[in-house]
């Protein structure tokens, strides 16, 4: 991350203009008339003031010799925040679903308050939205759509998903019934069909929220935990925008420092997944004959995100194999940790990867080589105490990324992201708009290819 | 074009401070002591112009009720603008390359002026970049690699390639060893390197500027003039900037209107060309017999610059045909001659599409309607004055995007569009340096699809 993601004061003199305040010298005694002298000075305080409090002084922001390297001194180019419309969508797309949850367990639909879960970005967004005094954010909402740049459509898709209880019979709510009638919503509104929906932004953190209408959507900008279920011209890192899981366990507290960490590495979860996280029953394997290794099958509880916890904050590395799909919350819960993620899936995108480097806080090994009986263990004890402590400051540096309730953190993260999307938005609603029939030989699609076509193992 | 596109101030309160001033009654005759009153005078009048120059009164920018409907009234946050680095390239790849252009026409060096043609924006941009002044560009230039976001590579590659003047004997310059060496010459550059050249721009205008090296630097931001001879893994919308070319007839100075515009339709240009252009000999019979029709043959001469000048400034549409490539400079001759574009290309892209509608300045038809004997210049005479208006207004709001020489024209809109791709490239640079090594069955492609992948005739 450089300095250009930290938004800059334009009016770095203000220190210099209070300073000056400080030189005219004053009479022992007064001979202004009262009323002259009052008007006087409460105008002086007036201008001190609103300059003052318009133009908090800010030393730090832009340094001399940081100026004297630009050949323009003129200040940085202002831009508008975003401006994004909430729709106002019928409640049962909203706080219905949550009541749903509840009635689904006999619990008490009293307090509406959004279930726990680590597809709770759905919640946090909403809830940011009809905050009435936002700060600082990157999205202004507006109460016209005629204004919006975006269309942010609430529905709590993933929590959809989960409202009937695992292993019970379905109730009267069906997730695939709601999907189908948020675009028979959809469908009305005048803006929805104004640019082909490119303007549109839908959160389906849950790899299989939306799944029956993602078709229907996919122009939109969706919010969503990894591409694993989601086709090349469905959703893209162009396109889309990746979030992070919310942290299940406590954040660690305490500094840096290897001292309290005993344990090499640390993993707790389920041994058997499908599909990338196959690999987890190997890895298993190889893992608990390690002695300085804490390798254990857990599934969710409140008992095992204690122990979690507790190895977490006492491991020096922690294991992030991939699950059924290449993104898992134990990714997040390791960065709050401090304790240094070691990847193992391939297939993995990252939140914010264009201001985090993620080579920084954690280390990224290819699944051929984790799978090596000895390699991955020996491999983390070569890493000496300075290069962990490394680590682990720069874990402390982005922790406020992984963080939904930090004003400062993913919630306005996300809305940056968001707001990066306008320019090409707008280019792809032009240009949809005067695209003539044409003969194509394959979809008419834009690319960003990797140069890393073929890779190898970093460290 | 909404109102996002423009900056805006930030203490939009200050003129209200300014007002305030009047209100404070002066005593008829002063008691003050003199350096009290000199004091408090200086310091009064200091805050008032400290205040006053460092936050112009700006009352258009940020009207009442435009605020009032927005949640929140903070400040739009602050963008740093995006920090360039000019290469110190060997003066061989810039002047070096007027130089021998002129030597090669036995044209006196003396006076190192680029040589006027479509393909001038690398002049302009390295002009630009070199300027010790400048001023509200959306790009700084910084002096030390290590700050930049972003290298520019000034080699004029369009020029390069008409070096050698057609049907001479080639001299001595070779436009394919100049490449050679410039990569030569970058493979050097710890820069290049760094990043995978992600964050280098490269201007190649020309559609055959550069492509001897082409694989070799398309991870940077191309500044291309359209996609005709690039690969979809070499250039897209994504990662690319589409270059207007210069306009080469004087713009319209008049105000728009139908009276001095008798002629419906005008074209003058090579009827025979390769590829999409092989349209132009259809439309040429097509339109030969149409009476208020004028279409020409006619090759790059100053005489002909004069003739398109007239027929551009005295006709209401002006045909645009794909040329060997699907764009063509006549597009933006007929911008600045308001004379209404009839665009027949059907593959071609356009420049600041993310802020030009370009169905408000100009007409889409496909080419198989084209050919239609009959349809163009009957469907042209059903447009109304009212509507041609209409489109002539729009194209004069437009027009500075189309003049490299305007301040406030192409150049800064250029540098707009290549800071726009920055989290892009970001994002690319920190994904690249942790992918590890994994099958993939294709390329790894992050991709935006239109919705249009078969379309209608727009009008």
């Known amino acids: 991350m450089n300095d250009l993601s930290k938004p800059r004061k334009l009016h770095k003199s203000s220190s210099f203009h209070f300073k000056s305040l400080?030189?005219?010298?004053?009479?022992?005694?007064?001979?202004?008339?009262?009323?002259?002298?009052?008007?006087?000075?409460?105008?002086?305080?007036?201008?001190?003031?609103?300059?003052?409090?318009?133009?908090?002084?800010?030393?730090?922001?832009?340094?001399?010799?940081?100026?004297?390297?630009?050949a323009v001194k003129s200040g940085p180019p202002i831009q508008s925040p975003t401006k994004i419309f909430?729709?106002?969508?019928?409640?049962?797309?909203?706080?219905?679903?949550?009541?749903?949850?509840?009635?689904?367990?006999?619990s008490p639909t009293t307090?509406?308050?959004?279930?726990?879960?680590?597809?709770?970005?759905?919640?946090?967004?909403?809830?940011?939205?009809?905050?009435?005094?936002?700060?600082?954010?990157?999205?202004?909402?507006?109460?016209?759509p005629e204004d919006a740049d975006l269309f942010y459509v609430p529905f709590f898709s993933s929590l959809s998903l989960v409202v009937n209880p695992p292993g019970k019979a379905p109730g009267a709510y069906s997730d695939e019934r709601m999907q189908e009638e948020l675009m028979e919503w959809l469908d009305e509104q005048v803006y929805w069909k104004r640019n082909f929906g490119w303007d549109h932004v839908f959160i389906c953190q849950d790899p299989n929220a939306l799944y029956k209408v993602i078709d229907r959507v996919k122009n939109g900008v969706l919010l969503v935990s990894d591409f694993g279920r989601l086709n090349r011209d469905q959703a893209s890192l162009v396109k889309d925008v990746i979030l992070p899981y919310s942290h299940r366990i406590n954040p660690f507290k305490g500094e840096v420092g290897v001292d309290g960490r005993k344990s090499l590495l640390f993993f707790m979860g389920n041994r058997?997944?499908?599909?990338?996280?196959?690999?987890?029953?190997?890895?298993?394997?190889?893992?608990?004959?390690?002695?300085?290794?804490?390798?254990?099958?857990?599934?969710?509880?409140?008992?095992?995100?204690?122990?979690?916890?507790?190895?977490?904050h006492s491991s020096k590395f922690c294991l992030h194999p991939a699950g059924d799909t290449p993104s898992a919350c134990r990714l997040f819960d390791a960065i709050v940790s401090l304790c240094i993620p070691v990847i193992v899936s391939d297939y993995i995108e990252l939140p914010f990867e264009d201001v985090i480097d993620y080579t920084k806080i954690s280390i990224f090994v290819d699944t051929a080589s984790a799978v090596q009986p000895g390699y991955l263990a020996s491999m983390l004890r070569t890493i000496r105490t300075e290069?962990?402590?490394?680590?682990?400051?720069?874990?402390k540096e982005v922790k406020r990324y992984f963080e939904y309730e930090d004003k400062n953190g993913t919630v306005n993260e996300i809305w940056r992201q968001v707001t990066s999307k306008l320019p090409l938005i707008r280019l792809m609603i032009n240009r949809d708009k005067r695209l003539v029939?044409?003969?194509?030989?394959?979809?008419?699609?834009?690319?960003?290819?990797?140069?890393?076509n073929s890779s190898r193992s970093i460290l």
Chains 1, 2 share one sequence.
């Open 86 to 106: 909430l729709y106002n969508l019928p409640r049962k797309f909203t706080y219905g679903v949550i009541e749903s949850y509840l009635t689904a367990r006999n």
């Open 111 to 144: 307090d509406l308050k959004y279930p726990g879960n680590q597809h709770s970005a759905e919640w946090y967004l909403f809830s940011d939205l009809i905050t009435p005094e936002r700060v600082n954010s990157p999205v202004v909402r507006v109460f016209y």
């Open 272 to 312: 058997y997944r499908k599909e990338g996280g196959k690999v987890r029953d190997t890895l298993f394997q190889i893992l608990e004959k390690e002695p300085d290794v804490i390798i254990k099958h857990g599934t969710q509880s409140r008992e095992s995100r204690r122990m979690a916890t507790q190895g977490m």
């Open 22 to 70: 400080g030189s005219p010298r004053m009479p022992r005694k007064s001979l202004l008339k009262p009323s002259l002298a009052t008007a006087i000075v409460i105008l002086a305080l007036y201008l001190l003031f609103s300059f003052f409090f318009s133009n908090p002084p800010n030393l730090s922001s832009h340094t001399t010799s940081d100026v004297s390297k630009l």
């Open 437 to 452: 029939q044409r003969e194509l030989p394959n979809l008419d699609c834009s690319c960003l290819c990797s140069s890393q």
């Open 387 to 395: 290069r962990i402590l490394e680590y682990q400051k720069e874990l």
